[in-house]
């Protein structure tokens, strides 16, 4: 079993901020946990000296004879922090080590937050790896509020990834029904566009109304689509001029145009042809379910749901599947949740205030696979056009 300890500092460095003087001792604590628990499980120490090579800091260390190895503090500072923290998480993620093991690795994440903090690449690794770390005890305190509240809003609905523990996840599917004629297109909009302005590439498949009607009602909320179609950031499909006997205008370049709408097989060729035409797809809205139930039944809707979203996900895609369940089943409903990971009700009452009606829209997480959630019902409010959750 290997004893780490900081080697004096051959360069003299000075450090200008206390996390990047702290991060040597800190990296020490965190391997010689690692080497601890290799030790108590009698497990070969070239484990270790592997992980060193893999997360490329073998040049940081130096092993003795007896047991020692000398870390240095100049390497390990001026090295690329970005990339050997991407590289630790990759390691501690597929191999198994215990949860205390992982908690030592905390310290040493929070100083090199504080260190890249504001680093777009060092946000990136750590929203790759969200997943993994969100599951950590005392993550919240390693990472900064600015990031966390990036990295878990990435919806763009505030509030809405707090009712999650370690935020709602991307790359899946989550339907959204909406009860009491509640707007759901309005959350699929203010999720299309959060995407758009982070760079994102976007689809949004309509069918109860054309997708022109859409976008300009989009840019209405000053939410202007237009530059991200040029860029190849932004595709409509549209399944509701086929319905009509309409045709998309010819300067309507963005636009995919389904065959037909009762044929579902075009539907799902359409969504296919809108994912490849987008630029760096990352997320589709499909407010298509509702007109497929009203020409098929759901035994030939599932299926062709089945596929759209199951291919989403398998390339990171992630997909809200909006419903107006007032005009189905429950047990419709229930089937097209079986579909998604997850399940959210976005609901429309009128509750009496001061003697009259006044009308209020509410929003509940009822299921997400494998994730601890909160259930409440919780407030939507409107915030200059955008919708928020009152919390």
């Known amino acids: 079993m290997y004893k780490f300890v900081v080697a004096k500092a051959r360069k003299k460095y000075k450090p200008t901020h206390p996390s990047a003087e702290a991060l040597p001792e800190l990296y020490c604590a965190f391997l010689n946990r690692l080497s601890e628990e290799l030790g108590r499980l009698d497990t070969d120490t070239e484990k270790l000296i592997n992980f060193m090579k893999t997360v490329d800091l073998k040049k940081v260390v130096e092993f003795k004879d007896r047991g020692n190895a000398l870390l240095d503090p100049d390497e390990i500072v001026s090295s690329d922090l970005v990339e050997v923290t991407n590289k630790t998480l990759q390691y501690l993620e597929e191999n198994e080590w215990t949860s205390k093991a992982v908690e030592s690795y905390l310290p040493v994440l929070h100083a090199i937050s504080e260190l890249k903090g504001s680093d777009k690449a060092f946000e990136k690794v750590l929203k ?17 509020a600015s990031i966390l509240d990036e990295i878990r809003n990435w919806t763009g609905i505030k ?8 935020g709602l996840p991307e790359g899946r599917a989550y339907m959204i029904a909406g009860y009491g004629n509640a707007d759901v297109s309005l959350l699929g909009e203010q999720f299309i566009w959060s995407g758009l302005v982070k760079g994102e590439g976007c689809i949004y498949a309509v069918s109860e109304e054309p997708a022109l009607k859409v976008k300009y009602r989009m840019l209405g909320r000053r939410w202007d689509v237009e530059p991200y179609e040029h860029s190849g950031h932004m595709v409509w499909v549209d399944c509701f001029s086929c319905t009509q006997h309409d045709f998309v205008p010819k300067e309507a370049q963005s636009v995919v145009q389904a065959e037909s709408i009762t044929f579902l097989p075009y539907v799902r060729m359409a969504v296919n042809q809108g994912v490849k035409s ?29 596929q759209i979203v199951g291919r989403l996900k398998t390339r990171g895609i992630s997909a809200l599947v909006l419903i107006n369940a007032d005009l189905h089943s429950k047990m419709d ?10 399940a959210i009700r976005f ?19 009822y299921d997400l696979k494998g994730e601890i959630y909160d259930s409440n019902r919780f407030l939507v409010e409107k915030n200059g056009g955008e919708i928020e959750l009152k919390i």
């Open 128 to 144: 790759s790896h969200w997943n993994f770390l969100s599951k950590i005890n005392g993550i919240d305190r390693a990472v900064p």
């Open 159 to 166: 509030g809405l990834c707090a009712l999650v523990r370690g």
């Open 278 to 306: 987008c630029k760096e797809p990352k997320r589709v809205v499909l407010n298509i379910t509702s007109t497929m139930l009203k020409h098929r039944s759901m035994r030939f809707v599932y299926p062709i749901m089945q």
């Open 333 to 342: 409903i229930a089937s097209i949740a079986h579909v998604c990971d997850g």
């Open 347 to 365: 609901e429309r009452v009128e509750e009496i205030e001061d003697g009259r009606l006044v009308p209020r829209t509410y929003l509940s997480i």
